[in-house]
């Protein structure tokens, strides 16, 4: 026994005195781990953040067109936005506003143009986004993207000595300062004439609309979209040149290789194509698979590549990829391109529908042709825009493609365009680092809301159908067009993240630009499309002098004045008498039906603005005189409509609303979302987010004004704003 307690004894010491070198080799072992693990983690960040001292813009500002901040927020707290991405590491990090009240009216163009200049639409003259500059003959209209800003002189006509808006970029380029502008809206590099004027003078020259690399916005290239549907009976054996040229592009085949026409050509930038369609079956499972259609020019064929921007070669789309494949038109002076994409691809060839995208190209104008050339260098063709043409089934060729099809292209068309206007930012920031401010335009959510905002019981789900309001509509689209909107916001925050990416952030997480997240305009739901002129020319007024100038549900009237318009033929008599006439008419025109009307009759027009009247008619300002919410080329009546109407989106057959018995003035529209009404309604609001190192405030700064940004971006610039800015610098540096 006393042996066993002494082996026993030597055992217990010889077994702690190895636990103890034990613990001490698992405590160093442990400390070796973690001392790697937290020096991983500092490589990784020092590997993922930019370096302290690396070049990067001072302030950005991003415009995400139509974001509301009541969908923002509610997509933030159910987690359809991450609160970690994007809008939500802006607001966790520094200010939001409650509400931010946009110009009157809330239209693009305008709205933008107040962001721009810190100035009301009347101040800086952009009211709309189409409107009649009074130089202009009657009949003529200008876009409000490309008029000039801060108004000009009448007298001539020629460009304004004492403009009453300045953009923001010019007074920050006077004082030394660097600025970038992708796409935003008056950074163009235009030189703005007179519409309908011939031999027009310049009015506002290139040199005020363009900054260090201006990117200006894309144009149509002359050709809109077009669907296609085919059968096996289209297609045939492919040309055993076409097999050659797969062949050595390295494209296999497991089934004969067939070929169609898709009977699709067209001219672009002076170029004639002929676009034809070749099928591949890409799975090697011993049956016939197709699977894959190719895109090409008949007269250019399938060149193996490589490819340089902005050539892409053949478009090759796989069906199951639910994804569209670009196509340049090689060759065309405006260095256009489109896309394909595949909506239907049943295996054997039975049924085959296809979208061709419209063709699109960036403006070459002389200010910015280097800009435009390292754009499509690096960066490629303007890329094809979501296009409500298709969904609404305007463009040829989609009549017979079922809905789910068409949103599935518009879908494809809202990834595909924010992608491109995101990666032109991107490169936009690249290629000046030590920019002071870089001004970045995003498209959605605007058309996805336009399309999508299904939201009212008074909206029919079927445009074609004036039943499907109420318990008619068609639920379970109600719930998918939720869906798309919610699409629309995450592609945008998507793009507010890749920017912060390229910027960095520091170990809070705050950006390391000051980046400010702005949208021009809310939106609103709208259930009934208005026909202006029809009214006006039932109330008796002359086509000849009186004439409604539309854009959403805001209008300016005009007069043809004598005097000021080059045609003019109303005497000033009779324009006091007609300006009378005209809103009569408006406080007249009223909506009875139950259907849509809650009580016995509603007034359409929620706001009216009459151009002030002289009231010497020999006043050499008459016709001229501006307000509060009349600017110089501003209609001689501005007018709003309330919320669910809209001038746009009467159909072709006009269809008539559930109830109505006459369509000749109110009618069902095809779309439903819009914007454009009294910017102090709470669905009008524009968000404003807003984060980085000279931002110190937090959280909530409440109501603020569109004008204010402006001011804001050059008091973080320390530079003072001019004389013309209406607006006030937010307080979030302190």
Same mark, same amino acid.
């Given at each position: ?87 939500? !590491? ?126 200006? $916005? ?121 896309? $394909? ?112 905002? !299904? ?215 095809? $779309? ?63």
């Amino acid at each position: 026994m006393s042996r066993y307690l002494k082996f026993y004894g030597i055992n217990q010491a010889l077994r702690s005195l190895w636990q103890t070198l034990r613990n001490q080799l698992l405590l160093r072992l442990s400390l070796v781990v973690l001392v790697t693990f937290f020096f991983s983690l500092t490589v990784h960040a020092i590997a993922t953040q930019p370096v302290a001292n690396t070049p990067r813009p001072k302030v950005i500002l991003i415009s995400l067109d139509g974001a509301t901040p009541d969908f923002v927020e509610e997509y933030l707290k159910a987690g359809v936005l991450s609160r970690r991405k994007g809008l939500g !590491l802006l607001r966790r990090e520094g200010v939001y506003a409650e509400r931010n009240i946009t110009c009157s009216a809330s239209l693009t163009a305008a709205c933008h143009v107040a962001i721009g200049t810190g100035s009301t639409a009347a101040r800086n003259d952009i009211n709309a986004n189409t409107f009649h500059l009074v130089a202009s003959p009657f009949a003529s209209n200008i876009s409000g993207f490309g008029a000039p800003i801060g108004g000009y002189s009448t007298i001539g006509p020629a460009p304004s000595v004492q403009p009453t808006a300045e953009p923001v970029w010019i007074g920050l380029q006077r004082n030394g300062k660097q600025v970038v502008a992708a796409t935003f809206p008056g950074a163009d590099g235009v030189d703005v004439r007179v519409p309908g004027l011939a031999n027009s003078p310049i009015i506002q020259p290139a040199s005020r609309r363009t900054v260090s690399y201006t990117v200006p $916005f894309g144009a149509f290239a002359g050709v809109g979209a077009r669907g296609f549907s085919l059968t096996a009976a289209n297609f045939s054996s492919a040309s055993s040149q076409i097999v050659t040229q797969l062949n050595n592009a390295g494209r296999i085949s497991y089934s004969p290789i067939q070929q169609a026409s898709l009977d699709d050509r067209f001219t672009v930038g002076g170029i004639s194509y002929d676009i034809q369609v070749a099928a591949l079956d890409t799975t090697n499972d011993r049956r016939t698979n197709y699977d894959t259609l190719v895109f090409f020019d008949a007269q250019i064929g399938i060149p193996a590549g490589p490819f340089s921007l902005p050539a892409t070669g053949p478009a090759y789309v796989r069906v199951s990829d639910r994804q569209s494949s670009l196509f340049y038109l090689e060759g065309s002076s405006n260095q256009a391109g489109t896309a $394909f994409y595949v909506s239907n691809l049943a295996p054997d060839l039975s049924t085959v529908r296809i979208a061709r995208y419209s063709a699109n190209a960036i403006p070459r104008n002389p200010a910015v042709q280097t800009t435009v050339d390292d754009i499509l260098s690096n960066v490629g063709f303007w890329s094809p825009q979501p296009d409500f043409r298709i969904t609404e089934r305007l463009s040829p060729g989609f009549t017979t493609f079922p809905d789910l099809e068409l949103e599935a292209i518009y879908e494809d068309q809202v990834q595909l365009f924010v992608d491109y206007q995101t990666r032109l930012a991107l490169r936009a920031i690249n290629q000046n680092p030590n920019a002071d401010l870089v001004l970045v335009y995003i498209e959605q959510p605007d058309g996805s809301e336009h399309q999508f905002l !299904l939201t009212d019981r008074r909206q029919p789900s079927d445009p074609t159908n004036p039943s499907t309001i109420g318990a008619g509509q068609d639920r379970a689209k109600v719930a998918r067009y939720r869906t798309y909107v919610q699409t629309g916001y995450r592609a945008a925050n998507r793009a507010v993240q890749r920017i912060i990416n390229a910027v960095g952030t520091n170990r809070q997480g705050r950006p390391n630009s000051n980046i400010l997240v702005v949208s021009d305009h809310g939106f609103s739901a709208f259930h009934t499309a208005v026909n202006l002129n029809n009214y006006l020319s039932r109330r008796g007024f002359d086509s000849t002098k009186v004439r409604a100038v539309t854009s959403g549900p805001a209008v300016n009237i005009y007069i043809n004045l004598q005097g000021r318009e080059p045609n003019g033929v109303v005497t000033r008599a009779e324009y006091a008498t007609l300006q009378r006439q005209i809103i009569i008419a408006l406080r007249e025109l009223v909506d009875t039906n139950p259907n849509y009307v809650r009580g016995r009759q509603r007034t359409i027009f929620d706001k009216i603005y009459p151009r002030p009247l002289s009231a010497d008619l020999n006043d050499p300002k008459f016709g001229l005189t501006t307000s509060e919410f009349v600017g110089q080329d501003t209609g001689d009546v501005f007018a709003i409509m309330r919320e669910g109407y809209n001038f746009d989106g009467t159909q072709n057959p006009v269809v008539t609303r559930l109830g109505d018995t006459d369509n000749s003035v109110f009618s069902v529209p095809n $779309f439903y979302g819009a914007h454009g009404y009294d910017p102090t309604i709470p669905n009008l609001s524009a968000i404003f987010y807003a984060a980085g190192p000279d931002i110190k405030r937090r959280g909530n700064i409440g109501t603020i004004r569109n004008i204010d940004i402006a001011p804001t971006i050059n008091s973080l610039l320390n530079v003072p704003s001019a004389s013309t800015v209406q607006g006030q610098a937010l307080n979030i540096r302190n």
